[in-house]
């Protein structure tokens, strides 16, 4: 059996010691392995699952030293304590040598070893300064047709956050109080990412409730939608964990998961295409905007690696 098929089976039946085969697999670039992994998608898609991947996807990102492992340490253990697998890649700078990940946030979250429910991965974002490896959205597309919680963690760079937003379901932002992130958070343009906004290291007292407070009124002055702002310690007997899974799922019930998943698989497509064809291929597409525009008009029931062919037959003819 192809290998493709075959991890996609133990996926969909629920075998989640799959998990490392289908990283190996996405982040190998042979041709070969391109066309196991076009095969591994298409089998654990919505279409072939007859449903949505039951999976709730999280984006975290934030700053360099936020605490953002320190959280996600926190935030496993309580899922865990509700009975849910949990999946993290952890998507770092690449080494300039090995191409390989360069902090290695896996080391940085504490798991028990033991736990077969618990996975984590770190991977190189490649050569770009932010932004997503087109394995990291093929692993987050496999993996949630076999764990209750997938997480993508990035930092808060470059193109991460906006581009953490095409895939997750619901996206967390984390900052930190005392060390400008607030005011960096709120220069950078990006009020339109987070579905959640964090701010850690509440044990800090004044300055902790300080930043919260600040993020609020920012937000109510920016006119911009309403977004639950919580603090959070993970330190000690941590502090607002649970609150903060409750509102995690609060979002993911009140969304429309399945446009904002058909949207997630366009741009997985046109991501995979720009990695393939750069942006020579985005100008024979008319640009970002006119690839999106033309994505949008597609049928629902495509997945990413057809998709992906569209974009490329569309670029080869020029209409």
Same mark, same amino acid.
């Given at each position: ?32 392995a ?15 699952l ?53 902090l ?18 770190? =991977?190189?974002?490649?050569? %770009?300064?932010?932004?997503?490896? /087109? @394995?990291? +959205?093929?692993? #987050?597309?496999? &993996?949630? *047709?076999a ?54 290291k ?43 899974v409750? =509102?995690?799922?609060?979002? %993911?019930?009140?969304?429309?998961? /399945? @446009?904002? +998943?058909?949207? #997630?698989?366009? &741009?997985? *497509? ?50």
């Amino acid at each position: 059996m192809p290998e493709g098929t075959d991890l996609a089976e133990r996926l969909r039946s629920g075998d989640l010691s799959a998990a490392p085969a289908v990283l190996n697999l996405v982040e190998n670039q042979s041709p070969a392995a391109r066309s196991e992994t076009e095969e591994l998608l298409a089998a654990v898609s919505p279409s072939a699952l007859g449903r949505e991947p039951a999976a709730h996807v999280v984006g975290v990102t934030g700053p360099p030293g936020v605490g953002k492992s320190s959280l996600l340490s926190r935030l496993v253990s309580q899922w865990r304590a509700r009975g849910r697998s949990v999946a993290v890649l952890a998507v770092d700078p690449s080494s300039r040598r090995s191409g390989g990940s360069l902090l290695g946030d896996r080391a940085r979250i504490e798991v028990d070893p033991a736990d077969r429910d618990v996975y984590i991965r770190s =991977t190189a974002v490649g050569e %770009r300064l932010g932004g997503l490896a /087109p @394995a990291t +959205r093929a692993a #987050a597309s496999a &993996l949630a *047709a076999a764990f209750d919680v997938v997480v993508i963690e990035t930092v808060g760079v470059g193109q991460s956050e906006t581009e953490v937003a095409d895939v997750a379901d619901t996206v967390v932002v984390v900052v930190q109080p005392g060390s400008g992130d607030v005011l960096q958070f709120l220069k950078s343009g990006i009020m339109e990412i987070p579905d959640v906004l964090v701010v850690t290291k509440a044990d800090l007292g004044r300055v902790a409730m300080r930043a919260l407070a600040d993020l609020r009124s920012a937000l109510r002055s920016l006119g911009a939608r309403e977004i639950p702002v919580l603090a959070v310690s993970s330190v000690g007997p941590p502090t607002g964990i649970s609150e903060l899974v409750d =509102t995690l799922d609060a979002h %993911r019930a009140a969304i429309d998961l /399945p @446009a904002r +998943r058909l949207r #997630a698989r366009r &741009l997985h *497509a046109l991501a995979d295409f720009t990695a393939e064809h750069g942006e020579r291929g985005l100008r024979g597409l008319g640009g970002r905007r006119a690839a999106e525009r033309w994505l949008e008009e597609q049928p629902p029931g495509l997945d990413v690696a057809a998709l992906a062919r569209a974009l490329a037959a569309r670029a080869a003819t020029g209409s």
